[in-house]
């Protein structure tokens, strides 16, 4: 009996893990037929260097931006809008076409307590520019506890 519900949980274990896997992996743009492909990402600056806050869409955590990071989110076409905050909100709203790609650049600004982080479209070149130095952060640690002040 003991044997039966460890093999169940284990393997109702790998079957989550394997799903978690697939959720966060980096998306190729077009990846799926009828997506866009949106790659958030934020300049490595020392203004706000401590401040990561989380994109979300719907009460959905799709990305953490941290300091000198990107991530890519694959999202059905249609319009959207992504949410971000520390003491301050801002929000972004985009019209994602299917098999484009989308550049959403994250920054910080003075707040009272701490950083206001702004989400605004740009072009692929200024993406381009700094993507060699940023850490790809697609995926990753998602779903803990609400820490955008840290």
């Not at 949106?38 to 401590?50: C, H, P, Q, W």
């Not at 994602?96 to 550049?103: E, I, L, N, R, S």
Request: charged share 25%; aromatic share 8%.
């Amino acid at each position: 009996m003991n044997r039966k519900l460890w093999t169940m949980a284990f393997a109702l274990g790998v079957s989550a893990f394997a799903m978690a896997q697939d959720a966060g992996a980096p998306a190729a743009p077009g990846a799926a037929a009828g997506n866009g492909t949106v790659v958030f990402f934020r300049e490595k600056k020392m203004m706000g260097a401590a401040i990561r806050y989380k994109v979300r869409e719907n009460g959905v955590e799709l990305c953490k931006l941290s300091n000198g990071s990107f991530c890519t989110v694959s999202v059905a076409a249609g319009k959207h809008e992504y949410l971000v905050h520390t003491e301050a909100k801002d929000s972004l709203a985009l019209e994602v076409a299917a098999g484009q790609t989308y550049y959403v650049q994250g920054s910080i600004s003075m707040g009272a307590f701490a950083g206001h982080p702004h989400l605004a479209a740009v072009d692929k070149a200024v993406f381009d520019g700094m993507k060699d130095k940023l850490k790809d952060n697609t995926g990753k640690d998602l779903g803990g506890p609400d820490d955008e002040k840290k």
